[in-house]
């Protein structure tokens, strides 16, 4: 049997959550600092990407950003 076309009007196509993983600060901290200090260019595909944190660290990471000394 042949293959039929199907039109795409977008009302019938859900989007899944794009699939998740779960890694301790500390080994992202580790590996993300490595390849900083390397500049790996793969640093920049994600540049732009939003990251999930949880709300303590993001209050801990904003207050940082606000009371260290400019440069």
């Keep these: 049997m042949r293959p039929r076309l199907k ?19 500390g080994e992202l901290m580790r590996i993300v600092d490595e390849a900083a200090q390397r500049k790996r260019s793969w640093m920049n595909d994600f540049s732009h990407d939003d990251v ?20």
């Design 7 to 25: 039109l795409y009007t977008g009302e019938e196509e859900t989007f899944d959550a794009p699939p998740t993983m779960t890694i301790s600060f």
């Design 52 to 71: 999930t944190i949880t709300e303590d660290l993001y209050e801990v990471l904003t207050e940082y950003a606000r009371l260290r000394p400019g440069a």
